[in-house]
Every structure is written in structure tokens, then in C-alpha cells.
């Protein structure tokens, strides 16, 4: 089936729930359409789970998400391509790398079996813990690697919750997690029966073209490693069957895959469509290949580039409106003195000066939700 670029665009925006035809009833409704919603600690603005969120819920508020976690269970934190909110059912689909790990001698760095097995027992004898109730009592390891795993009970308690031994309960004071045994969080209907190959590989390609509308296939399970000859036999399979379509977009040669009903969304945008201020770490962004080679958008988070070679600013976010990425703008949110601080503006695909009034209203909404009460231009 051939579609123009917009065409691939619409379907994608759309899929991400960005212009959904009907809005998200809830928080777990977005992780779910989504897949998963990625973590970050960085808050030079609000936090990236909660940005995602605020930008398909308008009216989320940071405070909404403990409940969907922690009494709901509706939501889960493990690996996706990085620490991520999950859908709980989504958790069998976890048990695979967990297993892994679990055989492993290391992840990142080695592991301390017998810390570990100290962790463990005080978490199943005294309840919920966080990483400030392990005191340093044990000697450093010789083989832990840099300074930032030179606490022992950390790393431990990375490892047992990477291996799926415990899981994180709920986040108190400032964003800690607080971790118990995996029993004691995970809801008794959960499925825990660990997938077979191929369960797995469906379940990541129909988690992808959910959240994505189409795919290339070097596109689906992102930073998965080692899956993608496996990967591209299950494709071919469901092609062959007719549960997926293959896709060729204007312009791009490399195929892409999508279900068949989904394509019928990608028609035409509303007009006069929002314009949003997108989180680096925004699904729709993600991929930064993709993002260049479907939306035609060059898009780097600088923050991790040296300040001298920096071109649009610390933490730039890109501007979507309807099919089209204008440009980036770098904020900051000043909360000492209630400010949403605009560092640098950079436009592409835009005339000079026919957005501005979409830019100042998308600002003042964001304002607000970073806990902010004025737009401060520099």
C-alpha cells in the first residue's frame, strides 16, 4: 500500500494520542495506548513521565500519578528502552529480561550475591525500604566499577529489582523509590507465566505499531538487542497472514508495517490543530532517526552536548503543530521565582512570525502546569 509523507505523519501523531478522536479517559489509558511512558529525574521543567502525560491529559496533574501506581496497580516501573511506567499487564513480558539478568554475573556492574541476599531479608522482614535505610556497613566490593555504584545496597537493590525479585511499591520524598518483594506489590490476577519467543515478539510488535500507527522494523523493540532476525521472521509471518500491512511512504524506500485498520487514521487533521511543546524524552521523539527521516526534524537534546557546541540550549524541546515540527524553544523553569523562562527560540519550516500567538498560548498553559506563574522572555 502506498501513503504520502503527511499521510504518515497524520497516522503517527494520531496513534501517539496526540489528536486522538476520542480524549484518554485516564492516566493508565495513556501508558496503554502509549506502551510505556518513559522516566527521567531531570527537572529543569517538569519531570519527562509527567510532561508526557500533561501533553494527552490536560488536565493531569504531577499529584494524579502515586494513586494509578500505588493503590490502583494499574501501572508498574521496569525496562522499556529505559526505566519506564508500564501497563501491569504488561508484566509477563517483562519475566524474559528478568531472566536474563537473573543468569547474569553482572549487570553493569558485578553483583554482590552476598549483599544481595541481605537486602532481600531485610525488605521481606521489615516491609517496604528505600536505598536510605541500607546504611554502609559492608565493605566496598573490588569490582563495582565507578564511583557512582560505590554503595553496595544500592547496586544490590538495582540488581534484585532488575532480576524482578522486588519491585518498586511507591516513590515518598522527592521522587525516592521505596521497593518491596515482587509478591507483595504485583495483584494475584496479573499473568506470570513467562511468554514463549514468539509471544514476546508479537507482543512487541503490537505494542509498537499501537503507540506508532507504522513501523520500520529496525524501528520496533527500540534497543532491544539480539531480537531482530527473530524478529523479522514474525513480521513476514503476520504479513503473510494478513494481520499486518506492509507500507511504502512517499519518499522512503525501506518499508514499513502496520495493522490494516489502523491506516484509515490518516486522514486529515483537524484544522487549526494545538500547538504543542513536546518532552525530549517524548515517545513520539524518541527515535531520533526516525523522527529525521519520517518528519524531516534534525533534533538533538543538548544537554549532554559540551555548552560551547550547543546550538538551540541546555534542555530544548521541540515545537509540533499538526503534521509539522516548527522549531525548538529552551525553558526553564525558575521556581524561586515563579517563571517559565524562554532561553532561545530556533524556527524551521515556519515564516517568521506566524506562530507566535500559538507559541505564547502553548507557553502560558505550560506555565502553569510547571508550577510557574509568568512566561519570561530573555
Known amino acids: 500500500m502506498k501513503i504520502t509523507r503527511d499521510e ?5 501523531i494520531r496513534a501517539q494520542g496526540l489528536y486522538p478522536e476520542q480524549p484518554f479517559a485516564s492516566i493508565s489509558a495513556v501508558v496503554q495506548q502509549l506502551g510505556y511512558v518513559q522516566l527521567d529525574t531531570i527537572s529543569v521543567i517538569e519531570r519527562a513521565h509527567h510532561h508526557v ?9 504531577p499529584t494524579d500519578l502515586p494513586a494509578v501506581e500505588e493503590s490502583d496497580r494499574h501501572i508498574f516501573e521496569y525496562w522499556a528502552h529505559a526505566a519506564a511506567y508500564l501497563p501491569m499487564d504488561a508484566f509477563r513480558y517483562t519475566l524474559p529480561r528478568k531472566a536474563q539478568i537473573q543468569k547474569a554475573d553482572k549487570y553493569w556492574y558485578d553483583k554482590d550475591p552476598t549483599v544481595m541476599k541481605t537486602v532481600l531479608r531485610r525488605i521481606r522482614e521489615e516491609g517496604p525500604l528505600m536505598s536510605k535505610d541500607f546504611k554502609m556497613e559492608a565493605p566496598r566490593s573490588k569490582n563495582l566499577g565507578m564511583d557512582w555504584g560505590s554503595n553496595p545496597y544500592n547496586l544490590a537493590l538495582r540488581h534484585l529489582f532488575m532480576e524482578g525479585k522486588i519491585m518498586v511499591a511507591y516513590r515518598r520524598q522527592g521522587f525516592q523509590k521505596v521497593y518491596d518483594l515482587t509478591e507483595r506489590v504485583l495483584p494475584e490476577h496479573i499473568d506470570q507465566r513467562k511468554p ?3 509471544e514476546y515478539l508479537q507482543h512487541l510488535i503490537e505494542r509498537d505499531l499501537r503507540a506508532h500507527g507504522l513501523l520500520r522494523q529496525r524501528e520496533m523493540g527500540y534497543l532491544i538487542s539480539g531480537i531482530q532476525p527473530a524478529l523479522k521472521k514474525t513480521l513476514h509471518r503476520l504479513v503473510k497472514a494478513g494481520t499486518l500491512t506492509l507500507v511504502e511512504v512517499e519518499g522512503i524506500t525501506e518499508p514499513y508495517f502496520a495493522f490494516p485498520e489502523s491506516l484509515a487514521n490518516r486522514a486529515p487533521l483537524p484544522p487549526d490543530p494545538p500547538l504543542y511543546l513536546l518532552n525530549p524524552f517524548d515517545n513520539l ?3 531520533r532517526q526516525r523522527l529525521a527521516d519520517l518528519f524531516d526534524f534534525q533534533y538533538t537534546l543538548e544537554c549532554y552536548v559540551p555548552a560551547k557546541k550547543r546550538r538551540f540550549g541546555y534542555f530544548a524541546l521541540p515545537i509540533l503543530q499538526g503534521t509539522q515540527f516548527l522549531g525548538q524553544i529552551d525553558l526553564k523553569a525558575d521556581r524561586q521565582t515563579g517563571q517559565l523562562l524562554v532561553q532561545n527560540t530556533a524556527w524551521v519550516n515556519a515564516p517568521k512570525g506566524s506562530h507566535e500567538a500559538a507559541l505564547q498560548q502553548a507557553l502560558e498553559q505550560f506555565a502553569i502546569f510547571c508550577g510557574t506563574a509568568t512566561v519570561t522572555w530573555r
Open 53 to 61: 502525560l500533561w501533553t494527552r491529559l490536560p488536565n493531569y496533574r
Open 285 to 287: 521523539v524518541i527515535q
Open 8 to 12: 504518515a505523519r497524520t497516522l503517527a
Open 196 to 198: 514463549s519467543v514468539e
